[in-house]
């Protein structure tokens, strides 16, 4: 455990804040922000979502598809 003082940077409040990538993550952090709820999930359902797939497998078979689910329910 260090005595010594913190870095320059530590607890610095002008450090840059996140940025919003997309459209869409910039509707959920607005959202979010305004505790908008029903907003936050008509974005979630309006817009198409993309699952974690392990890369082998999709590259062994790419003609093939398989549940992205089937991970929740092993």
Known sequence: MSSGSPPATYGNAASPAWVPPTEI???LFDAKSREDWAAYFDTLALEPL??????????????????VLQRLTQ
């Open 25 to 27: 993550e910039q509707a």
């Open 50 to 67: 993309y699952f974690e797939i392990q890369r082998d497998k999709a590259d062994a078979y790419p003609d093939k598809s398989y549940s």
